[in-house]
């Protein structure tokens, strides 16, 4: 995957997951037109969840996450994060794992980069940690299919 451009990564995250939804029976939308900060929006009837798609890399026991994004303007280089005004959930596909993830903005919402880990940690710390296993793409969309909208 070292080998690829962004886009060519951005690619292979919307696909998969888009495969992954399409596997769970729902409906995936996608822009007519580039530029949104969202890539797919997923029919939730009646409402749409706007997903902005990211590639994970496999760190140390963790899958990392880029949440930040970089733009060049004539006044040099401008980076951004996410807002829930923008997106509703981040997309993660691990190429290394073969799993797709849904992180909530409330979430994600102004980091630069998120880890869920896959594999305890070396010093066995329990708190604060985000484990993958509480993103499953699977699990988080049958969450917010339960709740009111």
Request: contains cysteine; positive net charge; aromatic residues 6%.
């Amino acid at each position: 995957m070292n080998d690829l451009t962004p886009s060519q990564k951005g690619a292979v995250a919307e696909a998969a997951i888009t495969a992954a939804a399409v596997q769970l029976g729902l409906l995936v939308l996608r822009p007519v037109c580039e530029g949104g900060r969202y890539d797919l929006a997923i029919d939730m009837d009646p409402t749409l969840l706007r997903v902005q798609c990211k590639l994970a890399q496999r760190l140390d026991g963790v899958v990392s996450v880029n949440l930040q994004t970089s733009r060049y303007t004539p006044n040099g280089y401008v980076r951004t994060s996410y807002a829930a005004t923008e997106i509703d959930v981040v997309g993660v596909y691990s190429p290394h794992l073969n799993r797709c993830f849904l992180i909530p903005i409330d979430i994600a919402a102004g980091r630069r980069v998120i880890h869920l880990r896959f594999e305890p940690a070396r010093n066995n710390q329990a708190d604060r940690i985000n484990w993958a296993r509480d993103y499953e793409f699977a699990a988080v969309m049958r969450r917010l299919k339960g709740s009111p909208a």
